[in-house]
């Protein structure tokens, strides 16, 4: 039903350590966030169809920055970066709260957060942190349990269920894989629709 086509065109545009260094605060765009290895850069790839878009990696906490890709003219999509594992000093994961936070606090050209989550390991620490950030500015969000590959029909449908429940109403959340393409449509309508391409 969605298409791909205008996320296939996607390409990085930069990346940014500080908030001073982003692009312009104009047109809209979307932020991706996720846990480390929870499955976000496999998530952009399928969902823009473009295999190396994102860099897959299994090195954890690797990229600490904020990445732009090109939709369209000042419609961008921004990969956030994540954590979620002991290794990355507390120094650093507050120094990353702190700039995550300015991010969702002043960007006027953001208007939708997407939480990727390992279907194995929902609604983590990090995972909440995000959406009440995105709550605080009134931002719709939306969560892709992805690696639903990995479990059993019964339990994806589970799972679900508890984690709609715990967003409430106003937050979506859906079954997604990279790997089989599951949920890939609703993902792209999703982030076509708040980017208006
Ligand atoms: P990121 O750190 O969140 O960007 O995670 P990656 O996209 O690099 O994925 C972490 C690991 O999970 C890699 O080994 C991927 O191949 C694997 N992975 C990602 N998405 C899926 C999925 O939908 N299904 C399965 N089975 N593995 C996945």
Not at 60 to 83: I, K, M
Request: aromatic content about 6%; charged content about 25%; proline content about 5%.
């Amino acid at each position: 039903m969605s298409d791909a086509q205008p996320l296939r065109r996607a390409r990085f545009i930069k990346s940014a350590h500080e908030l001073i260094h982003l692009p312009p605060d104009s047109g809209r765009e979307v932020a991706i966030c996720g846990r480390s290895n929870a499955g976000k850069s496999s998530a952009i790839n399928a969902i823009c169809d473009q295999g190396k878009l994102a860099r897959t990696s299994k090195t954890p906490g690797r990229t600490q920055q904020l990445v732009y890709f090109e939709v369209a003219p000042e419609r961008h999509l921004v990969d956030l970066p994540g954590y979620g594992y002991a290794k990355v000093p507390l120094a650093l994961r507050e120094h990353w709260q702190g700039v995550l936070e300015g991010f969702f606090m002043h960007r006027q050209a953001l208007c939708g957060l997407i939480v990727v989550m390992d279907i194995r390991h929902p609604m983590k620490e990090f995972d909440q942190q995000m959406l009440a950030f995105a709550a605080a500015r009134g931002l719709p969000g939306h969560v892709l349990l992805t690696k639903a590959d990995k479990i059993s029909r019964g339990a994806q449908a589970k799972t679900l269920l508890a984690v709609r429940r715990e967003l409430g109403q106003r937050i979506g959340a859906q079954l997604f894989s990279a790997t089989d393409g599951t949920g890939l449509d609703e993902a792209r309508l999703v982030l076509r629709g708040w980017l208006g391409v």
